[in-house]
């Protein structure tokens, strides 16, 4: 996979379309939840991997001791604006980044922010961000189910941003490659097109494990923002949620 996100995520395309959808109440209730299932304290330094504009780190501010919010590209973080007191902005790659090892008590990636590459390219970002946990830390990845794409593995969808410019969507989840990709357009009022397609790869619950492993964490659990019952991930988890410590 080449890298699209400068184009993908670095301007109007993904921040306009997402507007509307990361609501602030939405994007408080996923911070309480990385809150709980972290069980972070005022105590805890804390990492957003890929935090875009910064919404979670922003609504658990105050909750935890501090929150540092990496994200690679300038524009999400300048319409994040001035953090809040105990919140900081960094501007990283998350496979190189500028910090200690062993800095943070623990580590989020949420929406689908860290496995960007090949699965070669994958485990190595895992493994940059375990360095960056003490022993003891904890770390949380959320993206999309594979077991509930699989299901329907295409889809489209076609919608109005409320100044009229229409945006349009077309993904298509191959479940041999765990890959989803994600054609996005924007149409402009003046008609003019912004238009990139992301590859994003989501692991299976069995396949979390020896990616665990081999990145130096141990897998505590896999779970959702809405529990599966029994325990196991099926295909009705609107998404999957791995919780993973450093030895
Ligand atoms: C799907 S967005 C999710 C943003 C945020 N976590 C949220 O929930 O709103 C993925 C984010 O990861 C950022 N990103 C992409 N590649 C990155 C990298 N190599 N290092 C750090 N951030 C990256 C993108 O620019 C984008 O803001």
């Known amino acids: 996979m080449g ?6 995520y670095g301007g109007e395309l993904y921040l306009a379309t997402v507007a509307g959808l990361l609501t602030p109440r939405l994007s408080a209730l996923e ?42 590209w300038p524009e999400p973080l300048h319409r994040a604006g001035a953090p809040p007191p105990g919140v900081a902005w960094l501007r990283a790659d998350l496979r190189a980044p500028p910090l200690r090892d062993g800095c943070f008590d623990a580590a989020f990636s949420w929406y689908a922010s860290l496995f960007m590459w090949d699965d070669e390219g994958n485990e190595r970002a895992l493994a940059a961000v375990a360095r960056l946990l003490r022993p003891g830390g904890r770390l949380l990845v959320q993206h999309a189910n594979p077991l509930s794409l699989a299901r329907e593995p295409v889809a489209t969808a076609r ?26 357009r924007l149409v402009r009022l003046d008609g003019s097109l912004l238009e990139g397609t992301a590859q994003l790869r989501y692991y299976s619950e069995t396949e979390w494990e020896p990616l665990a492993r081999r990145a130096g964490l141990h897998l505590a659990a896999v779970t959702s923002t ?6 196991r991930l099926g295909p009705e988890a609107p998404d999957l949620i791995a919780l993973l410590e450093k030895p």
């Open 3 to 8: 890298d699209w996100t400068e184009g993908y």
């Open 31 to 72: 911070a309480d939840r990385i809150v709980e299932l972290l069980g972070l304290g005022p105590r805890d330094r804390v990492l957003d991997l890929g935090c875009g504009s910064g919404r979670h780190a922003r609504a658990m501010a105050g909750s935890v001791g501090w929150c540092c919010g990496l994200e690679r």
């Open 159 to 184: 919608r109005a941003l409320p100044d009229g410019r229409q945006v349009e969507e077309a993904s298509s989840f191959d479940p041999t490659t765990g890959v989803d990709r994600c054609a996005r």
């Open 226 to 231: 809405t529990p599966p019952p029994g325990g």
